[in-house]
């Protein structure tokens, strides 16, 4: 029988033998036996095989190291050491690929800033591990929420010509020769040439087409990779990353604030309950406290709070900000976190932003001056989840489009969703690795997700 680690620790033990397959973490030795802890990445601990010298040759014990892969097989027994309840007695041995001495990963404790170097080998860590766990557990649960409330999954498009954000912060995608870019009689790129025959890029957010989708099947999401060339080099930025994007018609802001705090709730909770070992590792050796930080979160309802109370909260103490606030600025990461950490001490939705610093599709409020927007910040992070009401009003939006400088043609379609039987609706985005870092403790976003992009980096 072979089975996954994970599973083989949970055996008592039993004469049938048992197969296990994995990479060799450590090798200890003494006088008659030699410690091999087997480890699959299927949880955090490894297995303990225990080989008796007398019984291999000593050529193959000996090219056995760290880092190898092997099987093992045998039957589980309990263990006589501290550590363990049960270990193999190893009567069969195989070396699959054995690892010589320079393999970067020895025991000790490395930097992650090492480890990022080594991105390709890091999953073999014990941090590494953990976090692919978890990130796991965390994928898992965005789809259970969703399908289990009656959600449709909708794969929006990665390529797109549109900007749904309008900050100006994407990759272009071309075929153009950039030693040889065709121009127009003015000058300009032709575009025309392109293949796409018009300008595209890799897509910020799938909202305006998830929006499509939600106003014909009601409630909606998306999970996808998303890209944006913003030039910030921060501990929550990435050029890529995983975006959630739930969109809900029949749905105003409160119905939206409301799915995203259950939301939350519920993928923290399944990481409570699935990864318990994980878990108390990070609480152990990345943030002290983790654990019990989030399951106060899951008991707590979030703080709310608008934009202008927010601002109110804030101005008192500017002199401890690196850029002081005032009405119609944008909130940074350093006031979030005055906000949650400080006033708060739990997550806040903030709502009602100025709309000068939010997106052309939120809702305008009656006030003329403030949109429809929610922003969910959390302590440490600061913005986990960006969201809003969107406007539905064709005319309103045409007006708000032409104020920001767009062109009303570039958007006919998703205008045209305000022609046909509009209706109120509302979504938010989760940025994914900013949740797993939420979770586990994990003060750069480099190391939430397998292989970074980030300015002047894309290794691997
Ligand atoms: O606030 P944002 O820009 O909102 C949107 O994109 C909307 N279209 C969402 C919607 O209403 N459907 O981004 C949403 C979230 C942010 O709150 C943040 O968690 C994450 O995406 N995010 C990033 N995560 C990592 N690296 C970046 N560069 C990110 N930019 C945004
Ligand atoms: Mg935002």
């Not at 601002?311 to 006031?335: A, T």
């Not at 959390?378 to 708000?400: K, Q, T, W």
Request: charged share 25%; aromatic share 12%; hydrophobic share 35%.
């Amino acid at each position: 029988m072979q089975e996954r680690i994970k599973a083989i620790l949970q055996m008592e033990p039993s004469p049938e033998p048992i197969r296990a397959e994995g990479w060799v973490r450590t090798k200890r030795d003494s006088k008659n036996v030699s410690f091999l802890e087997i480890n699959d990445g299927s949880c955090l601990k490894g297995l303990q095989a225990v080989v008796d010298k007398e019984k291999f040759d000593q050529s193959l014990l000996d090219s056995i190291g760290t880092g190898a892969s092997v099987v093992a097989e045998g039957p589980i027994v309990a263990s006589q050491g501290g550590s363990q309840k049960t270990e193999m007695q190893v009567e069969k041995l195989t070396l699959v690929g054995a690892c010589p001495q320079d393999y970067p990963l020895q025991k000790k404790r490395h930097t992650v800033e090492f480890l990022r170097e080594k991105a390709y080998l890091r999953p073999r860590t014990n941090l590494f591990g953990a976090i692919a766990r978890v990130r796991n557990t965390m994928a898992y649960a965005v789809h259970s929420f969703f399908q289990e409330n009656g959600f449709i999954y909708v794969n929006t498009p990665l390529i797109s010509a549109s900007d749904c954000e309008g900050a100006g912060a994407q990759f272009q995608v071309t075929t153009l020769d950039l030693n040889n870019v065709p121009k127009t009689e003015d000058g300009k790129v032709d575009y025309s040439k392109d293949f796409f025959g018009k300008m595209a890029n890799l897509t910020v957010s799938g909202q305006l087409e998830g929006e499509t989708y939600a106003t014909a099947m009601k409630d909606i999401y998306t999970f996808g990779p998303t890209f944006r060339a913003e030039n910030s080099n921060t501990a929550r930025h990435l050029a890529e990353f995983w975006m959630i994007e739930p969109e809900m018609a029949f749905c105003t802001l409160e119905g939206d604030m409301e799915c995203a705090e259950k939301f939350l709730k519920y993928i923290f909770s399944a990481v409570l309950e699935k990864n318990e070992e994980d878990m108390e590792f990070f609480s152990k050796f990345v943030l002290d406290g983790v654990v019990d930080t989030l399951r106060h979160v899951i008991e707590s309802p979030f703080e709310h709070m608008t934009y202008t109370d927010a601002i109110k909260v804030l101005e008192p103490n500017n002199d401890r900000f690196e850029f002081p606030v005032k009405w119609g600025v944008e909130i940074q990461s350093e006031h979030e976190r005055f906000l949650t950490e400080e006033i708060a001490k739990r997550p806040v939705i903030v709502t009602d932003y100025p709309k000068d610093i939010k997106a052309f599709y939120m809702k305008l409020n009656e006030d003329g001056k403030t949109v429809r927007a929610m922003d969910v910040l959390a302590p440490r992070l600061g913005e986990i989840i960006g969201g809003s009401e969107r406007e539905y009003r064709y005319d309103v939006l045409v007006s708000r489009l032409k104020e920001l400088g767009m062109n009303p043609e570039d958007y006919w379609w998703y205008l045209d969703l305000r022609k046909y039987g509009t209706v109120p609706h509302a979504g938010f985005g989760l940025g994914f690795e900013r949740a797993v870092q939420y979770v586990t403790g994990v003060a750069n976003i480099r190391d939430v997700i397998p292989y970074p992009r980030y300015v002047k980096s894309c290794e691997f």
